[in-house]
């Protein structure tokens, strides 16, 4: 089945009931769960909306809150595109969007006509409702808001609160603008599917918009300890959520789970700091082979100082700051650096040349484009099902890194066009027989680049794959000894771990005499003395 082969179709959904666990029925693909069918126009998705109340009649507050926790990061594991709603929606409103909504809302009442079809009318003439470049996508954002709404002025009667129907509608624009395309730009609708769990008390204006996620097949977990919420007046019939209650009640816990990423300072960089402000937690010693397969992967760029990058580069994985193991994610700590000039003694330069002659999963790429995805043709005759060939656990983990990547690229947006993400479906047989031998404990696989005036031109296709792997885990080194580079010019700023050495040699490459350190390879001819 090819990717995102179904995403011109329209949405409708039909809502699964757990058999079993449900943290175990979540990361099941659409294309393989009870219902899924497609005709020549619309894709019916299956996916659950389950409400979690209570808490088990063996459980303790501390055994309830560990479970919890453990929910968190399983949906956490899905990478950008899953939501994971600890201290309720971001009630924050935009002034603009305020405003105009309220403006949409007088119109209608001086129309004296609150429909579906008049309220996405005019809040789309304010420019309130956010756009999409997939047509489809875009269409079916509005057709959903009308059937919400539809059933909105159902379940009220016909007696409709000027007041807080403005203030659904508001809560609605703002929150469509901030969690929509997070979640469904990244959705290949035939596979994973994107993950919400809200934790706690929720009013009915936020049940009504975690409705709304749902009808675009998003997997949706409430969760509620204490009371049902406001469910009873959204879906008194269980017809588009299914509700799981255990009769014995908790207080709602804190749940204090760490989502946030940056880059990692290395004790040289950052020797005035407190050891224990990047550390984190001590770094868990594995000893077993392979002990981390199928594991969720989070990766850390570390910031370094040049002569911390020949041995570094050497390290295994889980002896770098920032290495961890927290409920079956690892956290990776990668080079992303690039090396411009060289130095004035060459002995300087001579010690990453040899870091990366000893080193092993080593890909060498002498030119742009680089050698490390196929073409459209050899893909062809590769097949568009080379991932599926892979480990079970690597073609998960790439589907997911390539969803999570497409909602949050590392290349600047403006150079990107619709389709260039494509390019990650394409990786040739090298890149992935270096994953495949990747054990993520152990010695990560490097790519080293030239980039230089005489090394071609590189593409936004180029800086998409090499960010994209370095979020795989991949330690990525740079080399620009003549001081040229564009591919800075595609990746956001601070992305790569800069080091200006010394001068910037023109003369590198000249010298076509064979270097005794690092050999015959384009690596040899810039450390030529």
């Excluded at 969007?97 to 005019?122: G, K, S």
């Excluded at 990366?356 to 742009?368: E, H």
């Excluded at 980039?451 to 330690?475: H, K, P, T, Y």
Aim: glycine letters at 4%.
């Amino acid at each position: 089945m090819q990717s995102w082969s179904f995403n011109d179709m329209e949405i409708e959904t039909i809502n699964l009931i757990p058999q079993g666990d449900l943290m175990e029925a979540l990361p099941v693909l659409v294309q393989d769960r009870p219902g899924f069918m497609t005709d020549d126009t619309i894709i019916v998705i299956p996916r659950y909306f389950v409400r979690v109340i209570g808490i088990e009649d063996d459980e303790d507050e501390m055994q309830y809150r560990q479970r919890m926790t453990n929910w968190v990061r399983q949906i956490l594991d899905f990478g950008e595109f899953a939501l994971c709603l600890l201290d309720g929606f971001d009630t924050t409103v935009d002034e603009d969007i305020r405003l105009r909504t309220r403006t949409a809302l007088d119109r209608m009442l001086m129309m004296n006509e609150i429909t579906p079809e008049v309220v996405v009318q005019l809040l789309e003439k304010e420019g309130v409702l956010p756009s999409f470049p997939k047509a489809a996508l875009h269409a079916q954002i509005r057709e959903n808001l009308k059937s919400l709404l539809l059933y909105y002025f159902e379940r009220q009667e016909d007696l409709i609160n000027p007041e807080a129907f403005c203030a659904l509608l508001t809560f609605f624009c703002q929150a469509m603008h901030q969690y929509l395309s997070r979640l469904f730009l990244v959705f290949d609708y035939a596979r994973i599917n994107p993950k919400v769990l809200y934790y706690g008390d929720i009013d009915l204006i936020g049940g009504y918009f975690l409705l709304y996620l749902a009808s675009f097949g998003c997997d949706v977990v409430y969760v509620n300890p204490q009371r049902e919420g406001p469910f009873a007046a959204i879906d008194p019939n269980g017809i588009f959520s299914f509700e799981q209650k255990s009769y014995r009640r908790g207080p709602i816990v804190s749940l204090s789970v760490n989502t946030e990423t940056s880059r990692i300072m290395t004790l040289a960089a950052a020797s005035s700091k407190e050891v224990d402000s990047w550390m984190g937690t001590t770094a868990s010693v594995l000893t077993k082979p392979w002990q981390c397969i199928g594991y969720a992967v989070h990766t850390k760029i570390l910031s370094t100082t040049y002569d911390e990058l020949s041995f570094l580069l050497l390290e295994d994985a889980m002896l770098r700051s920032g290495w961890r193991v927290d409920e079956h994610t690892v956290t990776i700590p990668t080079i992303f650096a690039r090396i411009v000039g060289v130095h004035h003694d060459r002995q300087k330069d001579e010690k990453i040349a040899q870091a990366l002659k000893s080193a092993n999963n080593v890909l060498d790429c002498d030119r742009f484009p680089l050698s490390l995805y196929l073409s459209e043709e050899e893909q062809s005759r590769r097949g568009d099902m080379a991932y599926q060939r892979l480990r079970t656990d690597l073609t998960q983990l790439l589907e997911l890194k390539i969803a999570t990547y497409r909602a949050k690229p590392a290349v600047i947006e403006a150079n990107l066009q619709t389709d260039d993400f494509e390019i990650l479906w394409r990786l040739c047989d090298e890149v992935l027989q270096a994953l495949m031998s990747f054990d993520f404990p152990k010695a990560t696989p490097k790519i080293v680049i030239h980039n230089d005036e005489d090394a071609g031109v590189c593409s936004v296709q180029d800086a998409i794959v090499v960010s994209f792997l370095a979020s795989l885990g991949f330690d990525i080194v740079i080399f620009s000894p003549k001081g040229y580079s564009d591919i800075d010019k595609f990746l956001k700023e601070g992305y790569i771990d800069m080091h200006i050495l010394e001068k910037m040699d023109v003369s590198v490459g000249k010298n076509k005499g064979k270097n005794q350190i690092v050999g015959s390879t384009w690596l040899g001819k810039i450390f030529d003395r």
